[in-house]
């Protein structure tokens, strides 16, 4: 019998340092999905990250580094960032629906595809009305703002990183 004794408390000792073990991954494993629930963002949660860049000139090569930059910004933070582009001067044309300057068409669907990933697109309506355009003259997307360096002032006074070329 005591034997048997020994084998059961072996047992024993074997079940409770399984069990103890287990325990630790169970709890290690709540502890990473609790932290990864916090790094959570829903909709309409205030990003960690927000960015803001201007888009003030025509040439396609300065339009193909400031819309892959957002591209990558967008990539490399998902759902939790927030992208702003300011366009003003001769870089408004990339958001009027009949610009006055050649805009290629890769660029205009690159902007297009951003809106659609949640870009937001700022027309300064001071450039706007240098050309006679109005609001419905820009993307069905793009909000005016009033003043396009005052949208990059208070959106920076907001936190917002801004990014110029």
Not at 50 to 65: G, I, P, R, S, W
Not at 123 to 135: D, I, Q, V
């Amino acid at each position: 019998m005591k034997g048997s004794g020994t084998v059961s408390g072996t047992r024993r000792r074997w079940l409770a340092a399984l069990l103890g073990t287990s325990g630790a991954l169970v709890a290690s494993t709540v502890g990473r999905r609790a932290e990864a629930a916090e790094d959570m963002k829903f909709p309409g949660d205030e990003p960690t990250h927000k960015v803001l860049y201007q888009f003030n000139q025509a040439d396609n090569t300065y339009h193909e580094h400031v819309l892959g930059s957002a591209s990558a910004m967008l990539r490399e933070y998902t759902d939790d960032i927030h992208v702003v582009v300011t366009c003003f001067g001769e870089g408004i044309h990339i958001v009027a629906k009949k610009p006055g300057r050649p805009v290629e068409e890769l660029i205009r669907q690159r902007v297009t595809s951003l809106a659609d990933y949640g870009v937001e697109f700022h027309a300064c309506a001071r450039t706007m009305e240098g050309l006679n355009w109005k609001a419905e003259d820009m993307l069905p997307f793009v909000k005016v703002v009033s003043v396009g360096a005052a949208d990059l002032m208070e959106l920076q006074e907001k936190g917002y990183a801004y990014i110029a070329w």
